[in-house]
């Protein structure tokens, strides 16, 4: 069994920064890919960031890309959502998810394996 623990998350106010981690334990795979997803009050998950097993090969949504950064420590099994430039608009829960196919996907069901979710709450 995989779990997957998301922290980090909090109320910061606009053009501010969070960092989100996310720790997997229990069941591993190498080569695996990991991403981060959101679902804001009222609308569907949506595609935040994906960053393959080396790290080499990552990948944004249009509405993040330039402020956030996502990264991994696999010898810490920990992926990292490093958020800048905050927007109200980035207000959601914020939830990392496991690929075991080496690929960026943005399709929230090629992801087997899903965290608890973390706030992330905007204010303007």
């Known amino acids: 069994q995989v779990q997957l623990v998301e922290s980090g998350g909090g109320l910061v106010q606009a053009g501010g920064s969070l960092r989100l981690s996310c720790a997997v334990s229990g069941r591993t795979f190498s080569g695996y890919t990991m991403g981060w997803f959101r679902q804001a009050p009222g609308k569907e998950r949506e595609f935040v960031a994906a960053?393959?097993?080396?790290?080499?090969?990552?990948r944004y949504a249009d509405s993040v890309k330039g402020r956030f950064t996502i990264s991994r420590d696999n010898a810490k099994n920990t992926v990292y959502l490093q958020m800048n430039s905050l927007k109200p608009e980035d207000t959601a829960v914020y939830y990392c998810?496991?690929?075991?196919?080496?690929?960026?996907?943005?399709?929230?069901?090629?992801?087997?394996?899903w965290g608890q979710g973390t706030q992330v709450t905007v204010s303007s």
């Open positions: 998810a496991v690929d075991i196919r080496p690929r960026l996907s943005h399709d929230a069901q090629g992801y087997g394996y």
């Open positions: 960053i393959s097993w080396s790290g080499g090969g990552t």
